[in-house]
């Protein structure tokens, strides 16, 4: 189990992940093809938990909806694209809590193949019981049509990340990093993973500083976030401001937190978000072909192909690098020109 320092400790969280730390495991023979001296190391968050293939909504989503419950509600609202991952998972979540779920995705990928609009997230969430409203529905209409049925719904913004709660999955993930490097007796000297709507990276950013302030971890690790939506200054602001909120829910001062704690690269976004670019292809080949292992078109495909040429370029040195596979394999099927 990982341990938390209070007040941390003390938040309440509903189980929704496996009980045991998602695995890491050491990526062999990429390490050995890409023989940069960095060794890559891979924390597998695409299989955390038994509902519905899981990923880093799950984790996000233990605090969240602890919340839900104890105010009472009996409806989840949330948003996404339409291909969100989010929306599945919090689909899945709310059927394993008896609730139910209402989703208004946005149109947020322009060119795109028929399959972008009923394979994938799409049909699992529509499986697990998702009613959802049409593109262009705004939050305010959803909750309104739900409040006069009698429901008492309960909004999460996209990814969980503006929830005032999102960061703290991801800060209790930068603990339980800390437990398996004890017992792997190993440190990770850097940590990579997909930024979209920020909670992950901000997530990590406040735990990490967090076992610091505590003295848990003497040396600071360096935490790359590529993103895969937006420009790099306007990321910078989103993680601060969700860092910022969750530091004060731990036991940290906001402006503990700062921008030399965490790095954006926006150089892999690919042209948009949601867009299937080559390089991103040849980055999820790579890694199949290498490891076994698929990466997702849409975040970590990106974040992985990133990853893949700052390790060519030598910008790792000898380290252990960590990639926080977050998931989203799911949208492949969405992405049938991917092959
Ligand atoms: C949502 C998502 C991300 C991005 O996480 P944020 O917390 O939104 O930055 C990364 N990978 C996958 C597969 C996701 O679904």
Redesign the pocket.
Known sequence: MVALPSPFSEIPRIPLMFDRPSDIEHLKRLTEKLASGAEIWMKRD?CNSGLAFG???IR?LEYVLADAVAQGADTLVTTGGVQ???MRQTSAAAARLGMDVALYPRDAVTSTKPEYSYAGNVQLAEILGAETFPVGTSEDQVLEILKSRGRKPYPIPS?A?LHPLGGLG?ARCAFEILEQEKQLNLPFDVIV??????????GLVVGFKLARERGLLKSKKRLI?YS?MRKQSEVVELVLRIAKTAATHVGLDANDITSDDFEINDSYLGGAYGLLDTRTTDGIKELARTEGILV?P???GK?FTGLLDMTRGGQFGHCNVLFLH???QVAMSAYPQLK
């Not at 993973?193 to 901000?202: E, I, K, P, V």
């Open positions: 695409d990923g880093n909504k996000k969100s991952n989010h990814g990340s991801y993973t997909a930024t979209g709507s920020g909670s992950t990276l901000a976030g895969i997702d849409v975040y970590t974040a977050t998931g989203g």
